[in-house]
């Protein structure tokens, strides 16, 4: 299974997410480059080639607080809504490391 590789250990703000998202997954499946659209980046979870694939995202927990300061335009903590996303999509098998690792979706 294809495995990609997200370290958001070191993000302190949504921009900062975004960059690791563009390095570790985007970029690598050939997206070019995410601006923060969360229609978006339902999409790019599409991109890669081979299905089923996995997702291994390090420091969700370590960021959540600051980059949770980015509300989306419903009032909800942005990184609620990506983890919804990650959840409707069946393709891409998430797991998350590190402290705490993440929302009770699918963990190591």
């Known amino acids: ?9 070191a993000a302190t703000s949504w921009a900062d ?5 563009n ?6 499946v ?10 978006a980046f339902n999409d790019y979870l599409w991109w890669p ?11 969700w927990n370590l960021c959540a607080a600051s980059v949770n ?3 989306t335009w419903d009032d ?3 990184l609620e809504v990506i ?10 098998e998430v797991i998350y490391l590190g402290t705490g690792a993440g929302p009770s979706h699918r963990r190591l």
């Not at 299974?1 to 250990?9: C, G």
């Open 1 to 9: 299974m294809k495995e990609y590789v997200v370290d958001l250990s």
């Open 17 to 21: 997410f975004i960059a690791a998202f």
């Open 23 to 28: 390095e570790g997954f985007v970029g690598p």
């Open 30 to 39: 050939g997206g070019g480059e995410w601006n923060g659209n969360l229609d």
């Open 49 to 59: 080639e081979e299905h089923p694939y996995r997702l291994v995202v390090r420091g």
């Open 69 to 71: 300061r980015h509300k």
């Open 76 to 78: 909800r903590p942005v």
């Open 83 to 92: 983890a919804q996303i990650f959840r409707e999509n069946p393709q891409v």
